[in-house]
């Protein structure tokens, strides 16, 4: 799909050494993706980052110079390890100061239990923003085109309720999946791409699955205008018809 | 943790424009960063881009001169979607030409059925290697300091064990886990930093947790000396009563 002008994008840098050591499978990702896309905005990019200053800098810099907006995930409780708050001022190139409702808070959920490392979290860059935390423990916070989330999934999909509102959307991407089981990607191929060159504006991919029950491949056609999504579900059904290939279905999703 | 002198390092580039839309929940991270952990080899980034040539060139690019070793994931399907292997060999300023061992085992699995699209599949960058492929389908191929697998990750992972036997291996990091339950991070916090500052060849890092049971933090220990490793769960766990903590337990993992 060429991306449409005027498409607003995003881009999300999970950072964590726990991502990049295997011991825990990121799913903050694929929540994302699917929470801008309904806000039809189009996400274009995501890095995993160590807990390591200078790369956090230099990716969050890369990002948010490059795509409308920047989620980033990890790294902002009160263990040493949670540097994200450093190092997004650091890249805005501003201090950071205990905010006052953060701390307000926090007095009262802890009173004389607030201590040093519980108040590290109070620390929000220079400009910055609450992003309202409907779970437990405090706010995330923006500051420009940068939202700064928690890494635990449920608290970053509580705070994520609170990004939208604040985004400009764009059109909202249309999805619909044809299923093709009993067929290989080899002879799906070129009905499919025939199809994906009389619709530019349209993505047409191929995500093949292999069970105990058969194999097959999951077409996903994605697009911007609901009747041109429609048309092309039955120009491309038609197209492997005509291919000799059978067992087509669609599916929801 | 320090990066260790002469550590050997990795980056991992998944491409696929179904990661980045949030239909299909990625694994591949996860399974290939503890494949590189078990062979002692740091992966220290991940970028996910979409399906899209200067996207994959730029991203290999930029991963492939700064690590020892790049594994990507996705794209080397027969479908018009998948153009790894030619962003791949953009990237190395090579040509693609159809391989000799490929051409012959698909006219022996395919015959008279051996179409274009299934012929894309037997292309690889010049000079580059094959993958050996175990599950099904063509193999994979290595160029460089680059590794290209498959994006299913049944085939993504039987393509793996034909990666590590040719990689010079680092130190294997052991990591400990030990586990605090009834106590938040804010508590943790103070006595965890006063023993990784004591030991920064390693890394520690706090995992917070939020169940139905209860709540606390899985405190992840990981170094490459053995006898360090074990030494510093012993401390942080003293370090942690002293602190009037209870409910420690070590834990496997």
């Known amino acids: 799909m060429d991306r449409a002008e005027g498409a607003v994008t995003a881009a999300v840098l999970i950072i964590g050494d726990e991502i990049l050591s295997g011991r825990t499978q990121d799913t903050n990702l694929r929540d994302i993706a699917r929470y801008l896309g309904a806000h039809g905005i189009d996400l274009c990019e995501a890095r995993t980052v160590p807990d390591v200053h200078e790369e956090i800098v230099a990716a969050l810099n890369a990002l948010r110079t490059r795509y409308d907006y920047v989620i980033t995930t990890g790294g902002i ?17 501003v201090e950071l100061h205990e905010h006052p409702d953060i701390l307000a808070m926090m007095t009262a959920r802890w009173g004389d239990e607030l201590n040093a490392a519980r108040r590290r979290m109070a620390r929000v860059p220079d400009g910055g923003e609450l992003v309202n935390n409907p779970v437990q423990g405090p706010p995330g916070f923006t500051i420009g085109n940068v939202f700064v989330l928690a890494g635990v999934p449920q608290i970053m999909r509580g705070m994520l309720q609170d990004v939208g509102p604040r985004l400009k959307g764009g059109a909202v991407v249309v999805a619909r999946t044809v299923r093709v089981e009993g067929s290989g990607e080899g002879a799906i191929a070129a009905p499919l791409e025939a199809v994906a060159k009389a619709h530019p504006a349209m993505s047409l991919g191929s995500y093949p699955f292999y069970e105990a029950g058969g194999y097959g491949s999951n077409l996903v056609l ?16 038609a197209a492997l018809q005509a291919a000799g290939i059978a067992n087509i279905t669609r599916v929801e999703g």
Chains 1, 2 share one sequence.
């Open 77 to 93: 409780g009160p263990t040493h390890d949670d540097i994200t708050a450093d190092a997004v001022a650091a890249a805005f190139g």
């Open 222 to 237: 994605r697009g911007r205008d609901p009747d041109e999504v429609e048309a092309t579900v039955h120009e491309l059904i």
